[in-house]
């Protein structure tokens, strides 16, 4: 499978950002990525395994049931009004922020960004205390709408800033109205972005508990925690994560055939100039409109629900627990963070410069067991902790395993957006002037990925700062993060005592959202 | 390039000294947990117990939070591995689980003789704690006194369809429906589950069904009566509009689940595991029950519970045997009904 070269058929040198086969330094990359994605199939093996142990009648009976099938339609539906939703939202507003001469645009892209301080969860419960008889498919698209679209607004913002506006200018040349402009030569050039957010997005919605339960909508998720509240690891909870898992499998091949790999970076001398904002004109008023409102929705509902528990609670609310559930959350979503973009760096690179039927196979891998509903990944680790490595049963080292195998993908979308956009180019430029192949990867290409690499260790931050399941059966005894302490108390409806726990969860967000925001900026070289 | 790269191995050494840092946080933690209690009970009154038990002994404890069953099923798990001493739960099949796979060692003497026979299992390896029963909390602006069911098992009736709602998820209604399973026997369960599939809507948990009944989504839920108690004790805004039923006449409506108590036999402190017990059973133990803010029955011997409760005499509550009721059978019951 390693290309040595020699015996390879030289490919067509396309324009793509696909290093030529040869002197690369494809095996130790290839190898450690291996591993990587070695790890991301335990949680499948063991559900293969309880398949094969239960027998075929068992499962059938287990997944061939009504039950089953309404789930598949929730999810079905779920997915597909959510992601066009989200993609017609983020895209239009990242247009406005970065294209036009919209009013405090700065202001306006900061707020776009500003949702995902507030944990998915909290998002849903806000909602909830306004209008309480919210639930079903149409509230499960809101909330869902407004809790993830700036996964896509990011990496969209991100693209549109970097566009060579010439590309633009040739197309208003040959006679397109801004219209045709937008749609023929923006909106392809910002494929990559879209899937990779949109793909984002769409496993989050597979795996995702918290807003939907607040909610009353069933997906797999909830189910299979139904299940497992009711039976622990039973084989009903495994199926309904083979189900998961086989959805999951389905989104990443879609991905795949959408994204093509066109190069994206620029070719030839000089670099582009600023785009030119659009003037709106008349039509300032209902721009800034869209974006005001949204951050009323996204923002205004979930800081004044939290504002009235906090104001009811006082001062006793803030017990010693607060604290310590801050500090453990913190050394958690840090520590994994940076574990996870490690993990992730191999594969990143690979599936930027050396794409190929194997590294697709490793990369639907790490892909994969990101789409895992956390009681999935908790309950195979658990289970094989617990028979075979009792030491790390239990232990921090395994809620971090948990969360590399969780995050794998938003590490990887960050991560390859920023390898795809460092021209290959200069990596071969430095293996000219007699650098290692290794050595001009770290040197150039890691140094040009920098900030997507800070980008995915905020996005992983934040998602284990909200992470939920796997924490609550992972964590060691007596460790509380601030998402189960707010879990378990909303759950007693003691709202008011929960309500610093989501208000810490907001803080500790900020400042990540932050990086994700000065990190986008920079890209631009701003 | 040099400096870029210094900076990347900069980062590297960060992320390594913190990832050493958590191991050694996680390593000074894992030695001093001193007992280790599986609470499934609500997090609020495990705390309280420990909190006065710690207070009272010096003997540290530390508590993880779950459900009944998922504990029950993970302690079957873990085997002989298991982290915990002690098992807290909200009602007794997850008890009876854990007492089929022979993982209890027996409860002392002393502690049994401070529990009446009809809250603990005649084998004497668990122990009540605590009792809760089942009500019909329903919206006193839709439902007069005269138009409520007179049994549970009305409930399935096409009368009711659409009209109802429990939250068939937790362990907390599948005790009931173990109860209903010993009482009526299986058909009629099955018929009963059917009903309540057709005819209830699902809520996540009582709390929840309780705050859509005040809300006016639907006329009544089968839940626990603390849940009413806890409410109009804080706030009162998610029961304002709710009143209880007490089915009584030992209808399995009037079911009395005993929440349970027990010592794993794989425990390394037997001695401050069964201290722990005796202490949760005896005066003070109970005594939170009755003057704290979980509003359970106290079910110690001349242990009285809080006086804003209808006292657990006069519920006329059937005769179920707590150690014999069936969880497996039920998850199994609802999961071909579809409920789960």
Known sequence: MLASGNDAPAAPRTMRMVLPRGRMPHASVVLLATVVATFSLVPLGFIGWVTYDVGWETVKALVFRPRVGDLLVNTVLLESITIPLSIALAVTLAWLTERTDIPFAQFWAWLAIAPLAVPAFVHSYAWVSLIPGMRGLESGVFVSVIAYYPFLYLPVAAALRRLDPAIEDAAASLGLNPWRVFFRAVLPQLRFAICGGSLLIALHLLSEYGLFVMIRFDTFATAIVDQFQSSYNSPASNMLGGVLVACCLFLLGLEILLRGNERYARVGSGSPRPADRRRLGWFVLPAILLPAVLAVLTLGVPLMTLGRWLYLGGSEIWRIEVGSAFVQTIVLAVAGGVLATIAAAPMAWLSVRAPGRFQRVLEACHYYVGSLPGVVVALALVTITVRLVLPLYQTFATLLVAYVMLFLPRAMVGLRASIAQAPVELERAAMGLGRTPGQAVRQITMRLAAPGAAASVALTALGITNELTATLMLSPNGIDTLATKFWSLTSEIDYVSAAPYAFMMVVLSLPLTLTLYAQSKRTAGQ | ?340
């Open chain 2, 1 to 340: 390039m040099t400096i870029a790269f210094n900076r990347f191995s900069h980062a590297l050494a960060l992320a390594a000294s913190l990832l050493s840092a958590t191991a050694l946080a996680g390593g000074a933690h894992a030695q001093d947990e001193g007992l280790v209690v599986y609470n499934a009970q609500h997090e609020s009154l495990g705390r309280e117990w420990i909190d006065a038990f710690t207070k009272e002994t010096g003997i540290k404890v530390t508590m993880r939070q779950g459900s009944d069953m998922q504990f029950a099923n993970q302690i079957v798990q873990e085997g002989d591995a298991s982290p915990a001493d002690i098992f807290l739960t909200e009602n007794s099949p997850a008890m009876a689980l854990v007492d089929g796979a022979g993982l209890f060692a027996p409860v002392e003497k002393e502690t049994l003789d401070q529990v009446p026979e009809q809250y603990r299992p005649a084998d004497g390896m668990w122990t009540g704690i605590a009792a809760r029963t089942t009500v019909f909390a329903y919206d006193k602006t839709k439902l007069s006194e005269d138009k409520l069911p007179k049994s549970l098992l009305n409930l399935a009736d096409p009368a009711w369809k659409g009209r109802w709602g429990a939250a068939p998820a937790g362990a907390d209604f599948q005790a009931i429906v173990a109860a209903l399973l010993q009482l009526k026997g299986e058909d009629a369960t099955k018929a009963w589950l059917k009903g309540l599939k057709d005819n209830a809507t699902p809520y996540k948990g009582n709390s929840v069904a309780m705050k859509a009944v005040n809300a006016g989504e639907v006329e009544g839920a089968v839940i626990y009566h603390y849940y009413w108690f806890g409410d109009q004790a804080k706030t009162g805004e998610n029961s304002k509009n709710v009143g209880l039923h007490y089915f009584k006449n030992q209808d399995p409506g009037a079911f009395v689940s005993v929440s349970g108590g027990g010592v794993l036999k794989s425990t390394q402190h037997m001695k401050e595991a069964q201290a722990f017990l005796k202490f949760v059973t005896g005066k003070a133990g109970q005594a939170i029950l009755k003057d704290g803010t979980s509003y359970e029955y106290a079910i110690g011997k001349d242990a009285p519970s809080n006086d804003k409760l209808t006292p657990l005499a006069d519920l006329n509550a059937p005769k179920v045997e707590a150690s014999t009721l069936d969880s497996k059978k039920v998850v199994e019951l609802m999961t071909a009904a579809g409920l789960i």
